[in-house]
Structure formats: structure tokens, C-alpha cells
């Protein structure tokens, strides 16, 4: 790992994304979208339809199950100034499942639109569900917001007067689902459902793992008739997803948390799979990087506790690692498979199914690659911490020619454009 990672200077990441590239909308059938084929160096194209046949018979593909809630709520203040409050990250309580069946109160840390219209006070709004009319109520904590919410987010206190309705159907109600904003266009009825993958299933992000937008039922049934072993895991995709480097060091950029939940047979499908696995999206590289480095942790000291395995941003390049890219502590290397096999005894020590915990590992050129061996991947912002993640996959200045055939070849960009198989 390179010390060197955190002076890369942003701007070698950039190109010229011309608006009309970035796809607004998504085609009417998902697997219809062109992939971008890189493979050892060679770069050519597909249609996303026949993705099974460019992969290895019976390999181990990782999928993130995420679902995209409809996270960003208006309040009207009676002097007519209209707030909007951007759910972030559950704070009472904090686990998300918990969250969501609230039937009176929770409080969620958001961001706030149009906060200098929102003082003080108490925002409300009146509404009817399941044919019961009921009113929420929005209140900023700011003790709370000083002692633990930090940053651009707010703590917000939700109270509503119908114990019959859980926070869920509030969101089902009144949210509205939060689209990227540089599609700079509002939300439409239709990306209710476009912006989904088809096999999400556990609420909490407020971006979708777009990678992942690409699958149909049919290169679901494909994949499984081509051997794949399909695994899913969870990474709640935070809105930090878009947050610029707005510094010229990386080293000067602050990765925001995310939540993952990964089950025991998920670590176990890895070991069965040498530790060697195919990554739908950034979101499930960033997950399977990290479950390393907390195997890690385990290794080095077996008491850590839960809130010990989250991976700080910097911590993979902070660690002594051996030539192979491995981290490597008096004279001992700690193999992928020794990592994840620590994971699994933890859970076994607590009687646990499924491992909590949260990541702001940050992935650039200079990281080595410990689990992931194939990527699937949209194509991203210039200058972003995503198309970093590429880079140092694909090493070198390899992302250049895969970006530049993209922009050559008519491949429309972002959340809703097309897609890439990347096998270094």
C-alpha cells in the first residue's frame, strides 16, 4: 500500500462529460443497456443481456440488496416558506429494520433544505393514511445536533399522533424518493420503480447501488443456468455517494459512513469461493474490501468489539502490508482467508447470523485488492472517489481507455447510463 495514495491530486481524474451524455432517464427494459467489455487490457462491447457469458463458469457473484427509501419530505411553514428535510441515517434508533416499524416517534440525522427559513419552532403536516388522518411533527434537536450529528446534518425529532402507522407508511405517504441531483429533473412516478434494483429488499439508502439497476428476472434466471453462485449482502448507500472532492489532495476528502450487514453464509460462500468474488457496484467492493481489514482487526486483537471493526478511511494504507498487497505484522500475513475465517468466529463466540457493522474505507490507486476479481460497474462522475475505486482496479491509466472508448462509442453515463464488466 502506498503512502503516496493520499496525495493523489483529484484533478488527474478528470475528463469532459458533456450533459447530453448523462442518461436522464433509464431504458424502457433494463438489460437492453450497452456494457462496456474490459478485459485483461482489451476493451470491446455487449449488450448487458448476455453479461453470463463473458463471466467464469461457476464463479461467486456479490450483490448489494439495499433499497432506496423515499427519504426526502416537505414541510410548509405557515408564513408559506416550504423546508425540506433529506433523511440521512437513523439516530433513536439507530438500527435501520427497528426505525421503520416506529409507530409514534424516531429521530433520523438529516440534511436541511432552505435552513435559514427554520429558525426555530416546530414544522407539522397533516395527512391521511389507511383512511386515518394524522399529523407529523419535525422538530430540530440542537443539543443533539452539537454532540453527535456534526457535519451538514441535523438531528430531527418526528412525532405523529396514530400509534396504527409505522414511520414506513409515513415515508410510503408523504417521502419522496431521492433521484441524483445532477439528473437536474424532479422525481417522476416512474423511478419509483427504475430507481430500484429488482432484488432489493432491506430499506435504508437514499441512493440506489446502480450497478445493480441493470439486472432483470431473465439475466437473474441466465446467471443461475451459467453456474453463477449468487450472494447477497447489505451496504446502505448513503448521500455522501455524491459528495464531491472538493480538495486537491485526496487526503484532504472526508469518506462518509456507511452501514453494512453481511450473513454468516455469505462469509461462508466467500471461503467456499477462495475468497475470490465478482462485485455488483462500488457499494459491494467497498463492503468485501472491508470485511478484510476487520477480519484483520479480529486477528490482531480477538476482544474487538463491534464498534472496533468499523474501517476508518485511511486505515488499509496506515497498516504495514507485504509486496502481494496483504497486511503483514511481525513477520505474519493475514491472508483474505484467515480474515474472513476470524469473522465467522466472532460470529460463532456471540451466537450471531449476521455481522453489523460500517465502513469508511476509501479505495484508490495504490490499494490492493484483496477479495474482488471482476466488477461490474456504471461510469462515474470525473474526479470522484468512484472513478478512484476504478482506477485502482483497473491500475495504471487504464480507466483513461476504458472512459475515452465510453465517450467514443455512444455509452450513456451515470446512475441511469450503461454499464462496464472490468476483469484486470
Known sequence: MSEDTKHICISDYNYSLPDERIAKFPLAERDQSKLLLYKHGEVSEDTFYNLPEHLPL???MVFNNTKVIQARMHFRKETGALIEVFLMEPAEPTDYELMFQTNHECAWLCMVGNLKKWKEGTLKRAFEIKGHRLTLTATMNRSKMQEQAGGTNHWINFE???????????LEAVGELPIPPYLNRATEESDKKTYQTVYSKIK????????????TDRVLKALDEHGIDREELTLHVGAGTFKPVKSREIEGHSMHTEFIVVRRQTLEKLLAHDCRAIAVGTTSVRTLESLYYMGVKLVLNPESTEKDLHVNQWEPYDLPHNADGLVEVDGRVITAEESI????????????EVLHSSTQIIIAPGYSYKIIKALVTNF?????TLLLLVSAFVKGGNWHKIYDYALGHGFRFLSYGDSSLLIP
Open 58 to 60: 461457476g464463479a461467486l
Open 160 to 170: 405523529w399522533d396514530n400509534t396504527n402507522v409505522s414511520f414506513a407508511e409515513i
Open 204 to 215: 435504508g439508502s437514499v441512493a440506489a447501488p446502480t450497478a445493480g439497476l441493470h439486472f
Open 341 to 352: 475465517r476470524h469473522l465467522l468466529a466472532y460470529l460463532d463466540k456471540d451466537g450471531l
Open 380 to 384: 462515474h462522475q470525473p474526479q470522484s
